[in-house]
Antibody, heavy 121, light 103 residues
Framework: QVQLVESGGGVVQPGRSLRLSCDAY????????INWVRQAPGQGLEWVAVISDDGTQRYYADSVKGRFTISRDNSKNTLSLEMKSVRVEDTSVYYCAKSLFGGVLGAFDVWGLGTLVTVSS | EIVLTQSPATLSLSPGERATLSCRASQSINIYLAWYQQRPGQAPRLLIY???NRATGIPDRFSGSGSGTDFTLTISSLEPEDFAVYYCQQRSTFGQGTRLEIK
């Protein structure tokens, strides 16, 4: 069964760090770009970052550039998001989402259930 | 940066009625637009990609059209499970969403 499973969310203080993970099952992980998309409570969807299938291309939203780092381990079918210097406005459910085709950005056809990150003192 | 504007913000209809949702891009995006459905407490689900292609497993009452800057998602006859929030997306940009509620 094709699925993505996020983990690592929780409560973190402003200025601290947190690492999210996303485990992939049921598809050829190393053939697809994977994204992080977040959703603040009661708000819409915001794209955060994407990494290409081979890990050589990485792109970030301006709101997280320089603070967040996306990475992947194709040998373990795992995606990560290292979040540093977190802010209250980073509070969201974080989803990992698979790109439909091989390109870096396009439609997202598989989504995880999400992991909640709450930034609060 | 491309901006996607969805209208209306909220659409109130009854089961069995036809729903028409709009997404307008601030500049031409060819056909590169996707639509998602998000039910409360759930992750988004891909409905349509490349403006008019239904994703795997999506019922044929959902259809997409448009190109350039103007796009439409149509639900031909609303089922109870269709009442949700709908988002359009192009690359790294999402629209603000349309809430489809029961009248």
């Amino acid at each position: 069964q094709v699925q993505l499973v996020e983990s690592g969310g929780g409560v973190v203080q402003p200025g601290r760090s947190l690492r999210l993970s996303c485990d992939a099952y049921g598809f050829s992980f190393n053939n697809y770009a994977i994204n992080w998309v977040r959703q603040a409570p009661g708000q819409g969807l915001e794209w955060v970052a994407v990494i290409s299938d081979d890990g050589t291309q990485r792109y970030y939203a301006d709101s997280v550039k320089g603070r967040f780092t996306i990475s992947r381990d194709n040998s373990k079918n795992t995606l990560s998001l290292e979040m540093k210097s977190v802010r209250v406005e980073d509070t969201s459910v974080y989803y990992c989402a698979k790109s439909l085709f091989g390109g870096v950005l396009g439609a997202f056809d598989v989504w995880g259930l999400g992991t909640l990150v709450t930034v609060s003192s | 940066e491309i901006v996607l504007t969805q209208s209306p913000a909220t659409l109130s209809l009854s089961p069995g009625e036809r729903a028409t949702l709009s997404c307008r891009a601030s500049q031409s995006i060819n056909i590169y637009l996707a639509w998602y459905q998000q039910r409360p407490g759930q992750a988004p689900r891909l409905l349509i990609y490349d403006a008019s292609n239904r994703a795997t497993g999506i019922p044929d009452r959902f259809s997409g059209s448009g190109s350039g800057t103007d796009f439409t998602l149509t639900i031909s006859s609303l089922e109870p499970e269709d009442f949700a929030v709908y988002y359009c997306q192009q690359r790294s940009t999402f629209g603000q969403g349309t809430r489809l509620e029961i009248k």
